[in-house]
């Protein structure tokens, strides 16, 4: 790796910008954070990840003071936020709803977080021009809020968010409003901004392709507490979980018992059927239960028998998906299993050999998966 | 032509209960005062043809109005009721608006019973609520008692038959009018508008006026207009709890109709009544307009 690559988590030297530290939160008998541990660092774009009560929201509510933990602390800067209020904060928030004021123009809602801070006339309509150059929304400065297009609304939250130059910006599902399409460009502006700004982001969503998208690193949380923490690549590659790998992505999962063998560790998953090998750094023990995992792309699909791979399995075609540039095919196995195996459309339609109830063989290598305890 | 008559339906309606009656209370007030029945003249004579309908007209002149103006308890009663109204209007709103915020930020399963306890007095007559508070203002009432009991005074308060009495009955008589619409603007605000207020550096009370406010204005402005509008022409408030000393132009109306008998003048009062009325009501129609513009 090169000495360039953005990795402060990696560095024992770096002081984190936000530490928490065994930080719970009950809402009455529900545990919305459970005894949470993370530290994110200056100019992370952080991405929290879940399912919608995972306590992602929360987390973050808790940055902007709007939520006080039941136990634990929580510093940004070296600073115990307790006490602080959320006016008082050098955080500031970007809404799910974008919350624009809609009795203030575009231009009045950009200066509100300024105008609070009693800067002098010129400084405020000096920022509020650069935020809204930045966001490329000069033309629309004196419209109300209800006069513009959704897109333009969250880029107006993220100019006012913005312009008060935040230590930190949370961003509570910040696109979630947005077409697919609008969405995808609004996550590179978002890094982009993110890139020029120097501001450390964090991010709430339930996208999982958007936080691979934008974020450095993503947290994926479950019941109150974070899973795992990793770079989008790590995540889907290595995932520490059957939850991480099914959350992220698309993944066949096939349980059985481990068997190590020399370096590598088999599973045998079915009676008759051939041991799966798979390449590992974890001990496993015989006969301990292990979950092997492997992600569709990774699955090659031939309808004659395939030479020196490491794994392959014999079944049918149940089901093809075809989504344009690429396919899945649904490969049911003498089993019962349901293996996807995809692969790219690099040909025409009319090329391709394999149809329904076809005879295939699916084979894949025996670094391709991961082999998980849990 | 179905739509005609949907439309015709209500236009029918007004014309025979309010242009008609007004332009019978016009006609009034145009006429002279005459020991008759009925007490004014003259009459529309048709049975001398063409001749009758012209003396009729002849015989109609703007006496009654000039006549206002040479009094100046006429316009002494606009002016008192006007500021009556203007009081009463302020004192409502200081009143109504915490009650209306309380329950926009009450919990949602709450609301629709503290609706229903809002609007609860109007199963009642109004006369009857008014005659209560007589029976609670009164030198031996529920207030007074309950003052002297507690030691707070020693001798009762003369509240009823003054102007107190008359800004109590008001205020609580118009609640729910002020109440409701400003509940309805606030009821709709997005919280989390004030919480990105706080997140921008506004304290609470900051957040309030620069966003609950302005957010509720619309519904300030209809709840206003819903209670002086009613308020300035109010006749019974004023002729129950007020004192000899309440001026407002209700109760100089009724007295001219009534005690002195001259429906020409108290038909003037009436006429003029309503043309300051029109005012304040186009503009209530105008923000109710410009609040459509502005959701639609």
Redesign the interface.
């Known amino acids: 790796m090169s000495q360039n690559v953005f990795a402060p988590w990696e560095d024992p030297n770096e002081k984190p910008l936000i530490q928490f530290k065994n930080v719970t939160k009950r809402f009455g008998d529900f545990t919305a954070i459970d005894d949470l541990t993370q530290d994110i660092f200056a100019r992370e774009f952080f991405a929290l990840l879940g399912p919608s009560g995972c306590g992602k929201t929360t987390m973050m509510r808790m940055l ?1 003071g ?1 939520e006080a933990p039941t136990e634990g602390k929580i510093f940004i800067a070296g600073q115990d936020m307790a006490k602080i ?3 008082k904060r050098a ?3 970007m ?3 974008y ?1 624009l ?3 203030l123009s575009v231009w009045d809602n950009i200066a ?2 300024l105008k ?2 009693g800067k002098d006339k010129d400084a405020i309509a000096a920022r509020v021009e650069e935020m809204l150059r930045l966001t490329r929304l000069s033309k629309f400065a004196k419209r109300k809020p ?1 006069q513009i297009s959704g897109g333009q609304r969250q880029r107006v939250a993220l100019a ?2 913005l312009a ?1 130059a935040p230590k930190l910006l949370l961003l509570d599902e910040p696109l979630g409003a947005l077409d697919k399409k609008l969405r995808q460009d609004t996550q590179f502006e978002l890094m982009d901004i993110q890139e020029k700004t120097g501001t450390t982001f964090v991010i709430v969503t339930h996208d999982q392709e958007e936080a691979m998208t934008v974020a450095s690193r993503v947290a994926v949380m479950d019941e109150g507490r974070i899973i795992q923490v990793a770079t989008p690549a790590q995540i889907y590659e290595a995932p520490n979980s059957v939850y991480v790998a099914d959350f992220i992505g698309d993944v066949n999962i096939i349980s059985g018992r481990a068997k190590p063998t020399g370096d590598k560790v088999a599973t045998q998953w079915a009676e008759g059927q051939p041991d799966i090998l798979g390449t590992t750094t974890t001990k496993f023990d015989a006969g301990q239960e292990i979950h092997f995992a492997i992600r569709p792309e990774k699955v090659a699909i031939s309808t004659e028998e395939p030479q020196d791979a490491a794994n392959k399995l014999q079944g049918k075609v149940l089901d093809i998906a075809y989504l344009g540039n690429i396919s899945t095919y649904h490969v049911e196995l003498p089993t019962g299993h349901v293996i996807k195996a995809q692969t790219a459309n690099t040909r025409r339609l009319s090329r391709r050999q394999i149809t329904w109830e076809d005879k295939v063989w699916i084979s894949f290598t025996d670094t391709a998966g991961v082999l998980l305890e849990r | 032509m179905r739509r005609f008559v949907l439309i015709a339906v209500p236009y029918l309606w007004l014309a025979a209960l309010f242009l008609i009656p007004f332009a019978i209370v016009l006609k009034i007030s145009l006429s002279d005062v005459a020991l008759a029945r009925p007490p004014y003249f003259p009459q529309l004579d048709l049975s001398t043809g063409w001749e009758g309908f012209t003396s009729f007209f002849a015989e109609l002149d703007f006496e009654n109005f000039w006549f206002l103006t040479t009094d100046d308890l006429y316009w002494k009663a606009y002016l008192s009721s006007l500021q009556i109204a203007l009081t009463s209007t302020l004192m409502t709103l200081l009143v109504g608006y915490p009650i209306a915020y309380a329950m926009a930020r009450a919990a949602p399963e709450w609301r629709p019973t503290l609706l229903m306890l809002v609007i609860l007095p109007f199963w009642t007559s109004f006369l009857i609520r008014v005659y209560a508070w007589m029976g609670i203002l009164s030198n031996e009432g529920l207030l007074n008692q309950f003052l002297l009991w507690l030691g707070v005074i020693n001798e009762p308060l003369t509240i009823l038959n003054t102007n107190t009495a008359v800004y109590i009955g008001i205020v609580y008589t118009y609640l729910p009018f002020m109440i409701l619409p400003i509940y309805s603007a606030l009821e709709r605000m ?1 919280d ?2 004030l ?9 609470r009370l ?1 957040a309030f006026w ?2 609950t406010v ?2 509720s ?1 619309n519904g300030i402005i209809a709840g206003c207009f819903l209670v002086f509008i009613p308020t300035i022409g109010e006749f019974v408030i004023p002729s129950l709890l007020g004192g000899s000393g309440t001026l407002m132009i209700g109760k100089v109306l009724w007295e001219e109709f009534f005690s002195n008998r001259d429906w020409p003048v108290a038909s003037a009062v009436a006429v003029i009544l309503l043309l300051i009325l029109v005012i304040p009501i186009i503009l209530f129609q105008r923000n109710e307009q410009k609040q459509r513009e ?1 959701e639609g």
């Open positions: 902007a709007f209020p959320p006016n955080v500031n928030m809404f799910q709803s919350a004021f809609p009795h509100f977080g609070r801070e209800h006012r968010s008060k | 997005d989390s508008l919480e990105a207020a706080e997140d921008l550096g506004c304290s900051g620069l966003v302005p957010l204005k502005a």
